[in-house]
Every structure is written in C-alpha cells, then in structure tokens.
C-alpha cells in the first residue's frame, strides 16, 4: 500500500540552528500540505501545495520557516534559525487533485529544540 | 479563535461498550466532516466522513451523526475494542479548503 515517506522520523537540534524535514507524497498525488501539531492539539496547516505551486502559507512563519516542492513530487521544509516554540510534531500529507479532503499522512518528524 | 473544538480530551471505556466522541464547530460554512485516528508514533489516518447533507454516516462500527442546527458531530464506536484505542480528530472544511482540525480525544478502551 502506498504511503507518505518522511524523514527524519525524530530530530533535536539546538536553538538558533537550521533544521530541515523531507517529504516523499504518494505517487500521483498533486497536492501536499505540511502540518504542524503541537503536544495536545490538532495539526494545523502551514503550507499547501498543487504540484510545484504554492496554494495556500497563510500560516507559515515566512520569517523563519521557507517549503519548497521543486518538480512537483518530494518536499523539504526548513526552520532557520529554529526558536524553543518550534518544538512539535512536523507532519506531512498529500491528497488527490481536487480531494482535498482525501488527505493521507506520513508518520511525521518529531522535533525538539533545546 | 478554535473554529472546531473537541472539549473532551480524554474517555475510557469498557470493551464491548460504546465509546462516543463529541466535536463542535463555529463556522456554518463548514460542509465536509471528517474523523480521523493516530497512534503513537504514527500519522493520522482518516476514518469516517460526513457531508453536511446528511445527518448520519455508518461504517461498520463506526458511526458519525451531524447535527448542523446544533454545529455539533458525534464519532459512535460500537462496540469498542482495545485496538481502538487511540486519539481521535475531528476536522472541517469548507468547499475543499484547507482541514481545520480539533485538538483531539484520546480514547482508552479498557479490556
């Protein structure tokens, strides 16, 4: 069955460092989203993607945080420098074109700043 | 401001009972339901789904109910199973816009 790759699966990194996270969606999915979800939350949007577009980083912190989906399939999201709040579970999802409703995760990053 | 809000965060119950999940939204624009489950260490995976042109959906034991004079769902689990354990998130949108999530129900189902 396919499945929404991410990597690394665990990241801890000290304040002010760069961080990255990887995203592979399943195959022939247009639209990929990252999310984030802090300890007792629901995940919340950051950015979404159709293909290589960037649909909708209402919510990303664009002072810090940048996402990139160069040739419309993999994804990376960096935090530089990352701060003590960034600490969260980074999850990546991706969807049919036009479903977005049919959304499937990947496992996540969980990251810690210290 | 929470437009979609689960204010359990928590429910334990008994195998072979039945486990009830509630969820409130605020925004009537909201059209498409969804349930979703995680377990530790794992991603979301999407469980049950309602339109808001319907009032109930079943899946075998699962169960959503939508009242939208009340903006209110309801995840029914019958019966429940110690496998179901997990936590449960309910999530909105708005003709395919982006998921808006609640925060969460963690469900113990004890043996």
């Known amino acids: 069955e396919a499945e929404v790759a991410q990597s690394p699966r665990y990241k801890i990194t000290e304040k002010s460092q760069a961080v990255a996270f990887w995203c592979d969606p399943i195959s022939g999915h247009a639209t990929l989203y990252w999310y984030r979800q802090i300890l007792g939350q629901g995940p919340e949007l950051l950015v979404q993607f159709q293909d290589e577009s960037v649909v909708d980083d209402s919510q990303l912190p664009k002072d810090r945080f940048s996402a990139e989906r160069l040739k419309g399939v993999d994804s990376t999201l960096k935090i530089q420098p990352a701060e003590l709040g960034d600490s969260a579970m980074y999850l990546c999802a991706s969807s049919p074109a036009g479903a977005t409703d049919e959304q499937y995760f990947g496992p996540g990053t969980r990251l810690t700043v210290t | 401001d929470q437009q979609v809000k689960q204010n359990s965060p928590s429910l334990s119950v008994q195998e072979g009972r039945i486990s009830i999940l509630n969820c409130d939204y605020t925004n009537s624009m909201f059209d498409y339901f969804l349930w979703y489950k995680k377990y530790p260490a794992e991603g979301p995976t999407f469980l049950i789904s309602?339109?808001?042109?319907?009032d109930k959906n079943e899946d075998g034991r699962f169960t959503v109910f939508l009242n939208k004079s009340a903006k209110h769902l309801s995840l029914h689990i019958v019966p429940s199973q110690p496998g179901d354990s997990a936590v449960y998130f309910c999530a909105a949108n708005n003709a395919g816009n982006m998921l808006t999530f609640g925060g969460g129900t963690r469900l113990m189902v004890k043996p």
């Open positions: 309602i339109s808001s042109i319907k």
